[in-house]
């Protein structure tokens, strides 16, 4: 039986575990779930804010015991896990009374008489796919005998609408492989306001992490407006999910470094560039990229994308307030509601930035986690202050990038070290590597 200290260094372990897996890769993820002891890996999976692309390589690469637990814990929201309703909220709705007349005319029989071909059912989701999932959900309700390669091949030669991919991710159980090439290939109309719903619904059901859909989604400009999608109502990503989108598309964009010129060539290929973003990325800095006879204008919604990911941010200006605001990060305050209220106050005021707290704030598990300096909140998607978190996410993205890169003995060094480091998250990785400087920033 574990004592009260085990109890606890196991909670605050799954706790520093819990924002690292934020911003590691998936086979690093994978590496460090692996590693944790079995008390650390209940309280990780139970009690966390876990990402999604966490919750879904726990799901896929963990057992029964993650499941249950997962499935109890009330900080990981919109994701039909095993055991619990699928897409409820529309199967709450009845199927309209005018739909099966409308079916059987399309058909030239009763839905009734026999189970769909695959050629029928194909042609009922062309038809009705179009306005959202609610009336393919129903015509996959119908009795049907899908054949996935079938339906794939169909997609491939003429992309089925929106809805219809988006209903097939919803019920449909599809392999990995036919889900990833169902995203892949383009929407029936790319330029439709819904195109991004079915790679929001793969990564909410838990079907895909971020890293695998910036691997495979086509084309390349629909990776970059995944990452900062127009501000338009329906589907969205939580503030979670777009910072780990964000996150994914940043260490794809990563070889292009902080060269003007190369981030000015991404922006003027991607419009034409018909593959995914990391084959664009790597042709750029290897400067073997096809020249587009006509890639056409990129768009405001691009543009904005491209703006937001660049490392172009303007620096704050302050004077000795900004000083000031600085260093009280470091000097916690005499209660955490003052501390959150400061912080809060010196954020709306242009005096720090999500990147400043990551550097100066301490300990670095509390810089880590944005509820300890914007408050707690009940619901993973409130909190107001989304670009201090977005900046926050990306800065701590690029030290332990920089620090970090891909070995997974060196991630799993911070993880132990973490939970008791007393310093900031630049102190932690020169400790940590036993180098110079992480980053080349002043």
């Not at 590691?24 to 209940?42: S, W």
């Amino acid at each position: 039986m574990s004592t009260a200290e085990e109890d606890r260094t196991s909670r605050r372990l799954a706790w520093c575990v819990a924002h690292l897996l934020r911003h590691a890769p998936d086979h690093v993820v994978t590496d460090m779930i692996g590693r944790l002891d079995e008390p650390t890996r209940k309280y990780l999976c139970r009690d966390e804010w876990l990402s999604a692309s966490t919750v879904t390589l726990l799901l896929r690469h963990g057992g029964a015991a993650d499941r249950t637990f997962i499935a109890r814990n009330p900080r990981v929201v919109g994701r039909p896990l095993p055991g619990l309703p699928g897409p409820a909220r529309y199967a709450r709705r009845r199927t309209p009374p005018e739909l099966l007349p409308l079916l059987r005319a399309d058909l030239g029989r009763d839905p009734g008489d026999g189970p769909l071909t695959t050629a029928e059912l194909v042609g009922l989701l062309r038809r009705h796919g179009r306005r959202g999932p609610r009336v393919p959900l129903d015509i996959l309700a119908l009795s049907h005998r899908p054949d996935p390669e079938l339906l794939l091949a169909e997609h491939l030669r003429e992309p089925l609408p929106t809805g219809s991919v988006e209903a097939l991710l919803l019920v449909a159980d599809l392999p990995l492989e036919t889900v990833l090439a169902f995203l892949a290939a383009g929407a029936a109309r790319p330029d439709g306001r819904s195109w991004h719903r079915p790679a929001v619904r793969a990564v909410r059901m838990g079907r895909v992490t971020h890293e695998e859909l910036v691997a495979h989604v086509a084309p390349a400009r629909r990776t970059l407006l995944l990452a900062r999608l127009p501000d338009t109502a329906g589907l969205r990503w939580t503030l979670p999910e777009q910072a780990g989108m964000q996150t994914a598309v940043l260490r794809a964009l990563r070889p292009l470094g902080d060269d003007p010129r190369l981030w000015a060539e991404l922006l003027r290929h991607a419009p034409g560039h018909p593959g995914p973003l990391p084959e664009l990325v790597a042709a750029l800095a290897d400067g073997t990229v096809p020249e587009a006879a006509d890639a056409g204008d990129p768009g405001p919604d691009l543009v904005r994308a491209v703006r937001h990911l660049s490392p172009t941010a303007i620096e704050p200006y302050g004077g000795v307030e900004r000083e000031l605001a600085l260093t009280s990060l470091a000097v916690p305050m005499d209660s955490v509601r003052e501390d959150i209220r400061w912080v809060r106050d010196c954020l709306d005021r242009g005096l720090l930035t999500g990147n400043d707290v990551i550097r100066h704030k301490l300990p670095a598990c509390w810089a880590l986690d944005q509820d300890h300096w914007l408050g707690d909140v009940d619901h993973p998607d409130r909190h107001d202050r989304p670009a201090a978190v977005l900046a926050s996410h990306a800065e701590a993205d690029q030290l332990l990038a920089l620090a970090l890169d891909e070995d997974p003995e060196a991630w799993w060094s911070v993880a132990r070290t973490l939970p008791e480091f007393a310093g900031t998250l630049p102190h932690l990785l020169l400790r940590v590597t036993e180098g110079g400087s992480v980053s080349g920033r002043s």
